[in-house]
Structures are given as structure tokens and as C-alpha cells.
């Protein structure tokens, strides 16, 4: 939690010291022109300055797609909203705790590849040790590599096929990210459905029991989803099912 703070708060001091410059941080209020001159008489131009300022706030603006399309957030939602539902509880818990819930599990999955992308990419760029464009394709190395780890081929090709202009057998159409992107993001959803449908099994039998049992007492007027809901909450209590599905769920990113 401290390291991705840090982080935060390194992107916005980043941001000030691109907007402002060394020198014209530490001056009083010397008019526009003087802040300009003191800009542009730093190590880098004003105009390399205004892009890479330019450049922080849209890769910002693009911060919640970019958390859905490369990271596994899509994934840790789905199996929490439909967990949510197998229980038959409407809004409990509410969605602003599951998506909560689904962005620290997915901070805590993605850290090393944060770190990575940090170190190798954004670390240098504010040492000025390499370019933006050098900065974009490290940063979005470690990216690609996790979202290669876990999308389907099938999905790939599928892409690849229905795309009249790309060639489905060249290595390079399948690495390139307009592609990896939305393949990475189909095969987990696919995948947080497949989980999905494992976790509503239990709560199905014990609907099924439960309206079993009250179909043979003869209380037709009974709703059985009502007579249910506290059994299930008491069995996925008691298996501990919350610690339980958060540790399944990270393990299935380790391997």
C-alpha cells in the first residue's frame, strides 16, 4: 500500500517538475516570461517539457481502461459479482466494496509488474537517461508479458481471422498489442465465468434441497430462495469462504 502512495505521489511531484522546471520552482513569481526562460534554460527544452507533461496527463486520463484492458481487474470482479450472486443477496456486500475489493486484489496481484514497469521505464525517463518513446516500450514490456501468460491461443486466432488485413500465422500480428488487448481481456472474462459457474454449484444444491424439503412438507406458499439464504450464508461462513476465494484467486496468477 506505502509502495503504491509512493508511486502516486512520485508521478505528481514528476508532473510538477516537468510543468515547472528546477530553477523556476525555487523562484518567486517573476511573471510568465521569466518562468518560461527558466523552463526552457533547463536541461531540457521547453518544447520536450510541455510533451512530456502532455503525455502524463493522458496516460492519467486513460488510467481506469488501462486497469481493465492489461491488468486482471476484469477477472476479480466477475467472480466477486457473481459470488454475490450464488449467495442471493442483492446488495450485500455493495458494489462499491466489491469493486474495492477487486482493485487491492488486483493491486496486490500486478505489483511486481508495476514495480518492473517503474524501475525499467518511468525511473529512467526522470533521470533522463532515455527517451519517451524508450520509456513507452519498457513500460509496456512487463504488460505484454503478463497478459501473453494468460490469454488463450483460440482467442487470438479468432482475432487474428476476423480481421481481413492481418495475418493470423505471423508472430508479430499476434504480439501486437491491438491485439493481445482486447484477446487478454475476452479469455478473462471467459475465465471468470468458468470460475463463476464452479462457485454457484454448492449454493444450486442447496436451493435444491431446500425447495425439496419444502415441496415434501407440503408449504408450497414458502419461498424457497428465502428459506435458503441463511443456510448458504452459514455454510460460506463457516468454510470460510471469503480468505478461501481471495487466495484461490491470487494462486491462479503465480504459476
Do not use: H
Not at 520552482?25 to 502532455?54: K, M, N, P, T
Not at 476476423?162 to 487478454?184: G, I, W, Y
Not at 461462513?237 to 494462486?251: D, E, H, I, K, T
Request: charge should be negative; include cysteine; hydrophobic fraction near 60%.
Amino acid at each position: 500500500m506505502m509502495g503504491w502512495v509512493r508511486t502516486i505521489i512520485a508521478a505528481m511531484l514528476f508532473a510538477g517538475l516537468l510543468a515547472l522546471g528546477p530553477e523556476a520552482a525555487a523562484q518567486d513569481a517573476g511573471g510568465v516570461a521569466g518562468l518560461l526562460a527558466e523552463a526552457g534554460d533547463a536541461d531540457g527544452s521547453l518544447g520536450r517539457r510541455a510533451i512530456q507533461l502532455f503525455l502524463l496527463i493522458t496516460v492519467l486520463s486513460l488510467a481506469p481502461g488501462l486497469a481493465i484492458m492489461v491488468t486482471c481487474f476484469p477477472f476479480m470482479v466477475i467472480v466477486l459479482s457473481m459470488l454475490r450472486q450464488a449467495l442471493g443477496l442483492q446488495q450485500a456486500p455493495p458494489n462499491m466494496m466489491i469493486v474495492s475489493l477487486a482493485i487491492f486484489l488486483t493491486y496486490f496481484v500486478m505489483e511486481p509488474v508495476f514495480t518492473e514497469a517503474w524501475a525499467t521505464g518511468v525511473q529512467p525517463l526522470m533521470d533522463n537517461d532515455i527517451t519517451e518513446m524508450q520509456a513507452m516500450e519498457r513500460v509496456a514490456k512487463p504488460f505484454q508479458d503478463f497478459m501473453q501468460a494468460r490469454v488463450a491461443d483460440g482467442v487470438v486466432t479468432t482475432l487474428l481471422e476476423a480481421a481481413p488485413m492481418r495475418d493470423a500465422t505471423d508472430p508479430a500480428a499476434r504480439e501486437a498489442f491491438s491485439v493481445l488487448a482486447p484477446a487478454f481481456m475476452l479469455s478473462e472474462i471467459e475465465r471468470g465465468f468458468q470460475i463463476g459457474f464452479l462457485i454457484f454449484l454448492p449454493f444450486l444444491i442447496i436451493d435444491l434441497i431446500v425447495a425439496s424439503v419444502l415441496m415434501a412438507m407440503g408449504m408450497m406458499m414458502v419461498p424457497p430462495a428465502v428459506v435458503a439464504l441463511p443456510f448458504k450464508i452459514a455454510f460460506f461462513v463457516m468454510a470460510n469462504g471469503w480468505s478461501s476465494l481471495a487466495g484461490a484467486l491470487v494462486r491462479g496468477y503465480s504459476g
